[in-house]
């Protein structure tokens, strides 16, 4: 996890909101607390590092129509789900909604602590993906439509021959373009640029 995360604590209990500050701050995370869906939501913005503790029931927004907000929002922050009065529909659908863990009151610290800093991890894994999915994206934006059927045919594993034929040129005409295609992406291997292929398809299935 990233020096800049930070743990997002949203309950309208003052004396948990305290607890869980002085508890995860103790381990050297940063933390920020809010008594209400509607003041965190005032105070985020999309894109900040860190993961989400939320209290279920709440005054206002609870905390499951806060995790249903941000998912519709399509802001990607993983949440916690803490409660006191958690049964098994509830558990069922915050982690059907998303929810890496679901906690209930009274828990035990270190178990807590293990959730947030598994969701701060599986937060920077999210991160360094999509940063690398942009950077492969603005590579792809650099070829020709040429050389993306080229990288395309390359990457489905069909041969300089077969590509040549497909497109009624010569073999010699898609070796210039394949070598154009590994310069523009900087791959160094055939395997380099199927890899590169790959993150940037489009996900199947849930998240």
């Not at 863990?101 to 959730?115: A, C, G, W, Y």
Request: charged content about 25%.
């Amino acid at each position: 996890m990233t020096n800049e995360s930070t743990v997002f604590v949203v309950d309208d209990d003052q004396a948990m909101r305290t607890s869980l500050q002085w508890l995860i701050e103790s381990t050297g995370m940063s933390v920020r607390t809010y008594e209400s869906a509607a003041d965190f939501l005032a105070g985020y913005y999309p894109g900040r590092a860190g993961c989400l503790l939320l209290d279920v029931r709440m005054p206002g927004m609870s905390g499951l129509e806060l995790q249903a907000h941000l998912e519709q929002a399509g802001y990607r922050i993983p949440v916690i789900i803490i409660t006191g009065h958690g049964d098994v529909p509830m558990a069922v659908k915050a982690m059907k909604s998303g929810a890496v863990d679901f906690i209930e009151k009274p828990f035990h610290d270190e178990d807590l602590l293990r959730s947030i800093r598994r969701a701060l991890e599986s937060d920077e894994r999210h991160r360094a993906n999509r940063a690398a999915r942009a950077e492969i994206a603005a590579r792809l934006a650099q070829l020709t439509p040429r050389e993306h059927e080229v990288m395309a045919m390359v990457t489905d594993g069909k041969s300089n021959k077969d590509i040549a034929a497909a497109l009624g040129v010569s073999a010699k005409t898609v070796e210039a373009h394949r070598a154009r295609v590994m310069e523009k992406m900087r791959a160094d291997s055939l395997a380099e640029l199927v890899r590169m292929a790959l993150t940037v398809a489009p996900d199947e299935g849930p998240r």
